[in-house]
């Protein structure tokens, strides 16, 4: 049965905000730790990092405890709204941190509510997928699903572009971080209890028995479906990512002025509107070819842009258009393909374990984000620490349509296509049945006998 539009867009509401704090603390809270609150580039990276380690134990955690969870409200509500409070309060306090404090204690301040922020990250974030791909058993119909929700994420970079405008405008003003991550705070409380309170998460009626997060990682592992998907997200990311770290040192090049990395940005906002088109075109040819075509797409324009990014700036934005375009694709195909991967679990484990599975693939992105920082960082090195010209050309063209391709050829023949997941389905539909007429009888036996 199809979901309404008002379904899908509450669903998906939180997913903006979520979105707006990734991209303002992914790409300014550097800057602003170091040039507005005067700590060492070495000292916050590091605090970054530790972040990163612990997201390695909450992960798995968080996604297994949220399939174990029994409720009134659900398995994933109580964790979403759960994490609202300490989502925004430790997102508030990493632009926040009192004037008065030394560097020392504005470091443990930062490094306290950073950990918080990741926690509070994760603990809404695993749910909230999770919780996607339970609104629909339907293969084409989690395409929709998972477009909206790519949907809401291009209006929290929107809202982060705003916010990082006024921030860049003010030289990093403390007030003016302070307001700016104030108003996405709240906002993203009201949207994660607009989207508690109006949807209800629908019947499971098998739920994971496994006794431990590292057992569910391993069927995680075992599953062959799976294994390959993480795979081909994990060089899609370690693609998209490298462009997106590299972007700003174009305007080194000679690609335009200060202001065309904000344009370029904004050109794949723009053009992520493509969403309904790759959700049409899906329905005709499969998820699977509309993410190795939206996948070709990018790696031939990162190929163009090595030619483009020096020597004609505007068809070096046009050309990064094009990569938002592809990455619609990239981004919505897979999240609607985990959906039918974990029913491929249950039809083998009769289990569900939706959260397992995007803890596993929540830290393969994570991971991914992590490394192309690096990559990014090794290649544009130059003599004497400057920037290399051509590491840049690399790392925004060569280098990611390399991860990008590789990306589309491990799902070149992927199997779990419609016609696989519907009988997939029939066989899970067919097991519950059975169940139903076995406690009906088993009700009825008592029944009788009671009357005996």
């Not at 190929?303 to 020096?310: D, H, K, Q, R």
């Not at 050309?393 to 491990?410: D, E």
């Amino acid at each position: 049965m199809a979901l309404d539009r008002k379904t899908l867009s509450l669903y998906a509401l939180p997913g903006a905000g979520i979105t707006a704090m990734q991209w303002l603390v992914m790409i300014y809270l550097l800057k602003f730790s170091t040039d507005t609150l005067g700590l060492e580039p070495a000292i916050v990276g590091t605090l970054f990092a530790a972040g990163r380690i612990w997201d390695g134990v909450s992960d798995p955690m968080a996604g297994w405890l949220s399939d174990r969870t029994r409720s009134r409200w659900g398995r994933r509500r109580p964790w979403m709204l759960g994490a609202a409070f300490p989502l925004a309060l430790s997102f508030y306090a990493l632009w926040s941190p009192p004037q008065d404090l030394p560097p020392a204690l504005t470091t443990v301040w930062l490094g306290a509510f950073l950990l918080l922020y990741y926690t509070a990250h994760t603990g809404f974030n695993i749910p909230h997928f999770s919780l996607g791909a339970e609104l629909s058993a339907d293969h084409h119909e989690r395409t929709r699903v998972s477009a909206h929700r790519v949907g809401a994420d291009v209006l929290g970079m929107v809202l982060a572009i705003g916010c990082l405008h006024a921030m860049e405008s003010t030289s990093g003003d403390r007030s003016t971080a302070s307001s700016a991550s104030l108003v996405v705070g709240a906002a993203m409380v009201v949207m994660i209890c607009i989207t508690v309170w109006f949807i209800r998460e629908p019947r499971t009626p098998t739920v994971q028995r496994t006794p431990n997060p590292l057992r569910a990682f391993a069927d995680v592992a075992r599953n062959p479906h799976a294994l390959r998907l993480t795979f081909a997200i994990l060089f899609a990311e370690l693609g998209l990512g490298s462009i997106m770290v590299a972007i700003p040192y174009t305007t080194d090049m000679g690609a335009g002025n200060v202001g065309m990395a904000g344009r370029m940005l904004g050109f794949i906002v723009l053009f992520a509107i493509s969403l309904p088109v790759w959700v049409a075109v899906s329905k005709r040819i499969g998820k699977v070819r509309c993410f190795v075509i939206s996948s070709a797409i990018c790696g031939v324009t990162f190929l163009s842009m090595g030619f483009a990014v020096e020597s004609a700036p505007i068809l070096a934005a046009l050309l990064t258009a094009m990569i938002g375009l592809s990455q619609a694709g990239m981004r919505m195909f897979p999240i609607s393909l985990k959906a039918d991967i974990i029913d491929w679990d249950e039809a083998q484990t009769n289990e569900r374990k939706e959260g397992t599975y995007f803890a596993a693939w929540n830290l393969v992105d994570k991971l991914a984000s992590g490394a192309s920082v690096a990559i990014v960082g090794f290649v544009i090195q130059g003599a004497n620490g400057g920037i290399d010209p051509e590491g840049v050309k690399l790392v925004v063209s060569f280098i990611p349509a390399a991860f990008v391709c590789i990306s589309a050829m491990i799902l070149v023949g992927f199997r779990l296509d419609a016609k696989e997941h519907a009988r997939l389905r029939a066989q899970i539909d067919a097991r519950e049945r059975n169940r139903l007429r076995r406690v009906a009888a088993a009700s009825f036996a008592g029944v009788s006998s009671e009357e005996r």
